[in-house]
């Protein structure tokens, strides 16, 4: 795919960040202790990272999907949670301010969270609703001029250093399912809402996740975010966005285990010769770099037809999380396999790919979730 000399740029201006900022003393200790860089962060605000996809009039710089998938892609090459740190404002916490918001909202939240000052997370699943998200129990209601939350929400990335969360709280619990759901901006310092210890992961360490709890949580009504009993529909348009981002994100991973595994095979040597002389190898090396390339197409196309409004954009987003995806688990396990019994210790840096790519085909909708999207929109 041809990219204009603007995108190249931007490439390789996102690369040397990735590679002069993300130093494996950083790596190495997000992974060993799960906990939030916020120095690296205030850097990656500093130029603009944090809101790329923000518009320039709630202070982010205004930035085309492309443009952030390319950032995603170029930042997980080096360090996959890094995309999160990215992923996280631009998408899951301004993306539904974005898209329903009032003035007064916008105004409110984007300026700050574009800027890296204030960070907001994406709260919907629940211990008893992840792939069927609709089927929630914590609900919202009305009491003069506010709204209550009760429940319990779990999985929240960046839960325990939030200061907002987007809320999805049942309104009216006579609807069924999806319905009756509404959105709220809560303020994560209000009385009556706790986080639970941050999750014990098996990646993606530095963006701790955790539970989030509502005990009589007061809301006021202008902090309700688009219609009432309406915001099921936004949450899955923001997933939309969001599984991009994903897919992104599990390219750059794939492009750096494939790096890893391409330098490795040439060094290694056994029955007198680098390993990369053996079909084996080599065809293994030609698989992964082919697969990356098919992912990159599906990536960058869908992200053009998402800014270009293309109808039933949603199906390609859920193709490019699902592929992305798979093909990320595929590409770290035979970079690792490549890496022999070294890529099982903790000092190759494969071993950390191999665990952090676990997580793609889980979070924002289960690989078999995005099967169910393409599927139903084949088959209705
Ligand atoms: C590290 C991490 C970060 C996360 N961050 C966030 C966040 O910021 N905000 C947020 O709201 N959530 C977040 N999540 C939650 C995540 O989106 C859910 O874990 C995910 O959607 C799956 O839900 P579940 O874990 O309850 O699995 P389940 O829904 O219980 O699914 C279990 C298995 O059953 C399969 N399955 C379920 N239903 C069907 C079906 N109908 N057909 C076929 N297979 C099916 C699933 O594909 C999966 O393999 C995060 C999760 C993790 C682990």
């Given at each position: 795919?041809?990219?204009s ?8 201006n ?12 950083i ?18 605000a500093?130029y603009?990272?944090?809101?790329v996809?923000?518009p ?16 995603g ?24 301010i974005?898209?329903?918001g009032?003035?007064?909202?916008k ?35 009305e ?6 939350i ?19 709280a ?10 009756g759901?509404?959105m ?42 688009g ?11 923001t997933?939309?966005g ?13 492009q750096?285990c ?31 770099a082919?697969?990356i ?39 770290a ?15 190759y840096?494969?071993e ?29």
């Amino acid at each position: 795919m041809v990219l204009s000399e603007k995108y190249e740029m931007l490439r390789k201006n996102f690369r040397n960040f990735a590679e002069t900022e993300f130093t494996k003393e950083i790596q190495d200790r997000l992974d060993a202790t799960g906990e939030f860089d916020e120095e690296l962060y205030a850097k990656m605000a500093k130029y603009g990272f944090t809101g790329v996809k923000i518009p320039r009039e709630y202070g982010g710089q205004g930035a085309d999907t492309l443009t952030y998938m390319i950032m995603g892609e170029e930042f997980a090459r080096v360090m996959p949670v890094a995309t999160i740190y990215v992923n996280t404002p631009n998408s899951l916490g301004a993306g539904p301010i974005l898209m329903c918001g009032t003035e007064e909202q916008k105004q409110a939240i984007l300026p700050d969270v574009a800027a890296g000052k204030k960070h907001i997370v994406f709260a919907l699943t629940e211990p008893g609703a992840g792939s069927d998200a609709g089927s929630m129990q914590t609900y919202a209601v009305e009491d003069g001029d506010d709204y209550i939350i009760n429940g319990r929400k779990c999985f929240i990335s960046g839960a325990p250093f939030a200061d907002y969360a987007v809320v999805y709280a049942k309104t009216d619990r006579t609807q069924k399912g999806s319905k009756g759901i509404s959105m709220f901006i809560v303020d994560m310092k209000t009385p009556g809402i706790s986080t639970g210890k941050p999750e014990a992961k098996m990646g993606i360490g530095g963006y701790p996740t955790s539970d989030i709890s509502f005990d009589n949580v007061r809301v006021n009504k202008k902090w309700l975010l688009g219609p009432k009993d309406k915001g099921f529909q936004t949450a899955l348009k923001t997933l939309n966005g969001g599984r991009l981002g994903v897919a992104a994100q599990s390219l750059g991973l794939a492009q750096g285990c494939l790096e890893e595994a391409i330098k490795y095979s040439k060094e290694r040597v056994q029955f007198g010769r680098p390993i990369c002389k053996n079909q084996a190898v080599s065809f293994a090396i030609a698989e992964m770099a082919t697969e990356i390339e098919a992912a990159r197409c599906m990536v960058y196309t869908a992200a053009q037809e998402m800014d270009a409004g293309v109808k039933d954009n949603y199906i390609k987003c859920a193709m490019c999380k699902y592929y992305a995806a798979e093909m990320a688990n595929r590409v770290a396990y035979k970079a690792l396999q490549i890496f022999g019994g070294y890529g099982y210790i903790k000092e190759y840096k494969i071993e950390r790919m191999y665990r952090d790519a676990r997580i793609f085909s889980i979070y924002e909708g289960t690989s078999q979730v995005q099967q169910m999207v393409i599927s139903g929109a084949l088959l209705h």
